[in-house]
Nanobody, 115 residues
Framework: QVQLEESGGGLVQPGGSLRLSCAAS????????MAWHRQIPGKQRELVAT???????VTANSVKGRFTISTNDAKNTVNLQMTTLKLEDTAVYFC?????????WGQGTQVTVSS
């Protein structure tokens, strides 16, 4: 069973930066993807960025050029470097792990962009 532990959320002013991290334990698959999604209350959860075990990256247009997803060398931690944050980036950010046999979600970490 894959377990995910997120860290790094918080309060930041517009234009600021934050870095989210998600550590995964229990990975047994050789092919998988890890991702960050976000959700605003009352709205559907949306994909922010995803990275596969092979290194392929997809980033949402709304954050392209501002957010960067990456993994560590062991590929068991996924990071989201967020820069030039906007008010509309305020949301709960969720880490996701997916393979042919297993999916898992983190509990979520709040990111609040406010002056």
């Amino acid at each position: 069973q894959v377990q995910l532990e997120e860290s790094g959320g918080g309060l930041v002013q517009p234009g600021g930066s934050l870095r989210l991290s998600c550590a995964a334990s229990g990975i047994r698959d050789s092919i998988y993807q890890m991702a960050w999604h976000r959700q605003i209350p009352g709205k559907q959860r949306e994909l922010v960025a995803t990275i596969t075990s092979g290194g392929m990256i997809v980033t949402a247009n709304s954050v392209k050029g501002r957010f960067t997803i990456s993994t560590n060398d062991a590929k068991n931690t996924v990071n989201l470097q967020m820069t030039t944050l906007k008010l509309e980036d305020t949301a709960v950010y969720f880490c996701f792990y997916g393979s042919d046999s297993v999916t898992a979600w983190g509990q979520g970490t709040q990111v609040t962009v406010s002056s």
